[in-house]
């Protein structure tokens, strides 16, 4: 559960940021944070998309234990809605202060939010439509990507990454 990115790590003064080993065999440092991935999104005039974990390690690469539970998948989800409100709030809250104090009052513009990465199955279903219906009482003005179809099984989503990996003939 180490590899999991968490927001509060991502901001911040980038010398006090935790450096993390992901499961791609490396070392993040956390230089380029959420809040300057939000700044280089504003001057390039692109939307952000902020993809937040479901609570989920990696399906591919993990045959154990897996996901969070309880309390700890409640933890991921409220750090899900501090991005959004780090990203969106105004100055006058917690995380919009924190935002202001990195040097941009103003909120940002960001309404893209992919929930889980690279996920699917029943599992998946079960946390992407719990994210889903959380955020989207909180954020109705908010886009929802899903990894995978879904609207297949009944589920809302606005838009579906899907993740091909294959060869040039195939693209």
Not at 4 to 25: A, C, D, K, T
Not at 47 to 74: A, T
Request: charged share 25%; proline share 5%; aromatic share 14%.
């Amino acid at each position: 559960f180490g590899t999991m990115n968490r927001f509060h790590n991502s901001i911040g003064p980038v010398w006090e940021r935790p450096s993390q080993y992901l499961l791609w065999h490396y070392r993040t440092t956390n230089g380029l944070g959420f809040h300057e991935f939000l700044q280089l999104c504003e001057d390039l005039n692109a939307e952000p998309l902020y993809v937040c974990n479901c609570g989920i390690v990696c399906q591919g690469r993990s045959h154990e234990h897996n996901f969070l539970e309880g309390d700890e998948l409640k933890g991921m989800l409220q750090d899900t809605i501090d991005a959004i409100e780090y990203a969106t709030a105004p100055a006058d809250t917690p995380m919009g202060a924190l935002r202001a104090a990195a040097g941009h009052p103003e909120p940002f513009r960001m309404r893209y939010i992919e929930i889980g990465n690279e996920n699917n199955g029943p599992l998946y279903l079960e946390r992407y439509d719990y994210f889903r219906r959380e955020l989207a009482a909180r954020y109705p003005e908010m886009i929802f990507v899903a990894n995978t179809h879904v609207e297949k099984d009944g589920l809302k989503t606005d838009i579906v990454d899907e993740h091909f990996y294959s060869d040039v003939n195939f693209f």
